[in-house]
């Protein structure tokens, strides 16, 4: 083969190749934001059906902050005798079953709102476990008036995680 021939061969598949080389690449790329749309299209739709079951979840946690904020449990609950001690094991029972009843809804909400949540529990049945303990407190209902006039003057955990699911509505809105 002489040297013209091959220019020759040479000028005809140098453009093909150069041609086919940014074909390729022009396919890959539409296929790649093609691919990316679907995903955003999917994460849109995802995103109808999840916000509801989200704002439900943070409404259902709102709801049990405020069954049991110490003012409406206390309020709620009424001693079915004067022993401070049973009256105690019913509040804490009746905050544990809004607990357990509410459980399902961490897989909505962000974990750190959660453990705020969690958190304002404890709290709550610390502040009765405290006023129970106290040796001036001798029946129920000098407890629930003890748990009252500690928190008269005081924001409650209950209004503290409250004002954080809020927080948290805000940002997913």
Same mark, same amino acid.
């Given at each position: 083969m002489d040297t013209t021939k091959i220019?020759?061969? /040479?000028?005809?598949? %140098?453009? =093909?190749?150069?041609?086919g080389l940014v074909a390729i690449f022009f396919f890959k790329q539409l296929s790649k934001n093609e691919s990316n749309r679907r995903n955003y299209n999917l994460l849109k739709e995802n995103?109808?059906?999840? /916000?509801?079951?989200? %704002?439900? =979840?943070?409404?259902?946690?709102?709801?049990?902050?405020?069954?049991?904020?110490?003012?409406n449990l206390l309020?709620?609950?009424?001693?079915?005798?004067?022993?401070?001690?049973?009256?105690?094991?019913?509040?804490?029972?009746?905050?544990?079953q809004e607990y357990e009843h509410n459980l399902a809804q961490q897989i909505y909400i962000?974990?750190?709102c959660w453990k705020t949540i969690s958190t304002a529990k404890n709290s709550t049945l610390n502040i009765l476990k405290e006023t129970m303990l106290e040796g001036e407190v001798k029946t129920a209902?000098?407890?629930r008036e003890a748990v009252l006039q500690k928190l008269l003057n005081e924001e409650t955990p209950t209004q503290v995680a409250l004002e954080y699911v809020k927080m948290e509505v805000k940002k997913i809105i």
């Open positions: 220019i020759e061969l /040479l000028s005809y598949t %140098l453009p =093909a190749i150069i041609t995103q109808k059906t999840a /916000l509801p079951l989200r %704002l439900q =979840a943070y409404e259902r946690m709102a709801l049990f902050l405020e069954r049991i904020s110490p003012n309020v709620r609950v009424v001693p079915s005798s004067e022993d401070k001690t049973k009256y105690f094991k019913k509040l804490i029972a009746n905050v544990e962000s974990s750190d209902n000098a407890m």
